[in-house]
């Protein structure tokens, strides 16, 4: 029986890893990738590389043993996930795992926004194949944020179309820590967990932390969906990517993210990182 991560060389599944490589011995842990070089490191310290792409149902053929503990993460080509996550449950329940653990998005059936129709999708799939489950429906990531101080700093404006709307996002680390502890612990099969940060922060809020690490002035700009598009794919964002940006923003308002269940500090057994750390961060890295 090993634990098996797909998604290993991404920004989440990596902290995966490095959690999983800190409670099991490195024979224990199986990296799925699709690029073998990207994962050279991962091979380095004694973990197995099994190579398999979501697109290529072929290639996930031999990706999971009888028994194995499987993280599925989503993919990240939004419109072709369901058919990729659907080749990885049939692959995983042909092999017969012990567990699939599944990285979908905070609300889970009632999460109503567009970059939730395929997790809600998957979850379904995931229900329909009979598959011992865990659902870790992920909040926000503070990085969705923090990894684009860029703009906000030269401009010294936070811009949104989620107006008073409230983020419970936690670090990238802390859902690592989660999704490590649901896959080496016990009594996870079957439950679906509400991941979020302990503390639900307002784009206001957001603007004071980035000026207390900063010394700059920023502010927070409220836009109307309409403006806020505008501006994006003026930056260059692709029109497609940033509807659903904006659509995020219109859920943000109604507070589809700002649960704070308490899910994801019980699981870790600590708080969730602080906005504030994770902005002060962010901002030295970027000086
Ligand atoms: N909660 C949030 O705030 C939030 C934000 C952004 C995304 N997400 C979701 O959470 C997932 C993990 O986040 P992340 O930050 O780790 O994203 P990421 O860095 O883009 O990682 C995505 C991972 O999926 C792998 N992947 C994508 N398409 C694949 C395919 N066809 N076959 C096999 N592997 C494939 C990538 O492989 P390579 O390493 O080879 O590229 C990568 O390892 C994302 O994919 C997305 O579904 C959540």
Redesign the pocket.
Known sequence: MSIVV??????????VVEELLARVPASEIVA????KE?AAGLAARGVELRI?????PATLAGAFRAGDRVLL??????G??VP?HTAVIEAAKAAGVAQLAY?G??GGPDADFALADE?RETERIVLESGLPYTFLR????T??YTANLAPVLAHGAVLSNAGEGRVA?AA?AD?AAAAAEVLTGEGHLGRAYELSGDVAWSFTEYAAEVAAASGKPIAYRPLTPEAHLAVLTDAGVPAPFAEILVDVDLAIARGRLAGTSGDLSRLIGRPTTPLSLSVREAVSASA
């Open positions: 797909t998604g290993a060389t991404g920004s989440l599944g990596r902290l799925l990738v699709r690029d990207k398999a792409d979501y697109s290529e993460i989503s993919g990240s080509e939004v072709q996930r990729q990285t998005v905070l997790h992920n909040g926000w990531y990085e969705n996002s990238r859902y």
